[in-house]
């Protein structure tokens, strides 16, 4: 009955690479995000889907590429791996009104070799 | 971009004694909200104040907000070993707007 769930929760993989991490909520949130966080544990949003479309584009290399099926899923496809790119990666869901908190999945590390 | 900034970084204290960890941010706010992340487990939303308000209580938790500062602080009172983990502030910026921008963070440690 896990809220925001996310697999993997450890990914392993070579350089160049391609990869994907799932993400669902049944919560009924009409809202996802991705989140990157780094060594020093600073977070960074990198997008935003409302009710599939998409809303938040911050600054992300085109390899990555979010796409959400349903409102329940936000998944995120990562080409061409780079060292950069390892860090944990954070599913959230919120029901977008002023005032509500944002649910998180428990990360997935992503270690680049 | 980097709106909240946590103060101290780090903090330890002994088990019983309290906890104050502060927040600044840069422009105006809907409401900021404090998270807490234990390792390796996704953040926790903890309270929430609206800019309209002054401080909040929850639990063990309380929260002031000085807009005029553009600061807040997180207050936990007889802190337990439990309590150890990251603590996180983040601000919403406006009404229908979909983005938290999060800060730094400070990792509390309670010593038992």
């Known amino acids: 009955d896990t809220a925001v769930s996310q697999t993997p929760k450890y990914l392993v993989t070579q350089m160049g690479n391609d990869k994907s991490i799932k993400c669902e909520q049944n919560?009924?949130?009409?809202?996802m995000y991705w989140y990157k966080q780094d060594s020093k544990k600073f977070l960074k949003i990198m997008f935003s889907?409302?009710?599939?479309?998409?809303?938040i584009n911050e600054t992300v290399p085109n390899r990555f590429s979010p796409k959400s099926p349903d409102k329940a899923h936000l998944n995120l496809h990562i080409n061409s791996l780079e060292l950069g790119d390892s860090a944990v990666y954070f599913c959230?869901?919120?029901?977008?009104?002023?005032?509500?908190?944002?649910?998180f999945g428990d990360g997935t590390r992503l270690s680049i070799l | 971009s980097q709106q909240g900034e946590e103060d101290p970084q780090a903090l330890s204290i002994q088990e019983g004694e309290n906890a104050t960890m502060n927040c600044s941010y840069k422009?105006?706010?809907?409401?900021l909200q404090w998270y807490r992340q234990n390792s390796g487990r996704g953040l926790v939303h903890l309270i929430l104040i609206r800019s309209n308000e002054r401080e909040k209580h929850s639990g063990r938790l309380r929260v002031t907000l000085d807009t005029s500062k553009k600061s807040s602080s997180l207050l936990i009172t007889a802190s337990r070993a439990a309590d150890t983990a990251s603590y996180f502030c983040?601000?919403?910026?406006?009404?229908?707007?979909?983005?938290?921008?999060f800060g730094k963070g400070t990792k509390l440690s309670v010593i038992p």
């Open positions: 889907y409302n009710n599939k479309e998409l809303i």
């Open positions: 422009t105006s706010i809907n409401n």
């Open positions: 959230a869901s919120c029901r977008v009104r002023s005032n509500q908190p944002q649910h």
């Open positions: 983040a601000t919403h910026s406006g009404a229908g707007s979909y983005q938290l921008t």
């Open positions: 919560l009924g949130h009409d809202t």
